[in-house]
């Protein structure tokens, strides 16, 4: 289930909802009660396996600084 973070504007507490993705945007109460919060914009990291490369895409086959095919 998604967490979702939210700040209240009254105590300037942070905390975290755990809810469906359906109710995503529906307002969330402060711990201490108070409902004047507001959802915070949450950062995703991703990663996954590329062989080394970034992108995924396969490393240029050659050497030098044209890849190879001036010979330098």
Known sequence: M????????????????????????EPAACPEGHVDTVKL???VAVTGRSGGTSGGAPAPAGGGCCGGACGC
């Open 41 to 43: 914009l949450s950062t």
């Open 2 to 25: 998604p967490r979702y973070d939210f700040r209240c504007r009254a105590c300037g507490a942070t905390f975290e909802v755990n809810r469906p993705m359906v109710q995503a945007g």
